[in-house]
């Protein structure tokens, strides 16, 4: 099997993208930072903002590890198209392979920041759950009461 010069150029939109749907996440990321930065500032005592902060600065951590990933594994398509322009097909496959195994640590990496990040959300959630207590027949309950009451 003979690799052509169009298939590490296959990678370029998908690591765009994907570059792109990382620096979206950071942006998001530093800005929550901020703001939880200026809420820390005005109330040190506030002990789960610091929480916040420590999950935060670690999933910051892996969007910077995923970005790196996903610039070698662009850098390493490119090197791959001058090896196949050059005719160094052994080379080329090598490179190809490298750049592959390096998308692959991206999307891996992303996985593991999706995961942090539900964790969060889920705990942001729990706090809400408890101050509601509500549940689904419960709720059902309350709305047939207050209709009734409406009714009479």
């Known amino acids: ?39 820390y500032k005005q109330d040190p005592d506030q002990k789960h903002i610091v929480t916040q902060i420590k999950s935060l600065r670690a999933r910051i951590r892996l969007i910077r590890s995923m970005q790196g990933s996903g610039v070698v594994s662009f850098l ?13 097909e052994q080379a080329s496959y090598w490179i190809f392979a ?22 969060a959300l889920e705990v942001e959630l729990m706090d809400m759950e408890e101050l509601t207590k ?10 047939r009461e207050e209709n009734e009451g409406t009714n009479q």
Do not use: Q
């Open 1 to 39: 099997m003979e690799l052509s010069i169009t298939t590490p150029a296959l990678l370029f939109p998908a690591i765009s993208l994907l570059m792109l749907a990382y620096t979206n996440r950071f942006l998001a990321l530093a800005s929550l930072i901020r703001k939880l930065h200026d809420k």
């Open 98 to 119: 490298f750049s592959m195994m390096s998308f692959m640590l991206s999307l891996v990496l992303s996985l593991v920041e999706i995961t942090l990040s539900m964790r």
């Open 134 to 143: 509500s549940n689904f027949f419960g709720d059902i309950l309350r709305v």
């Open 76 to 88: 390493f398509c490119v090197v791959c198209m001058y090896c196949i322009f050059r005719g160094w």
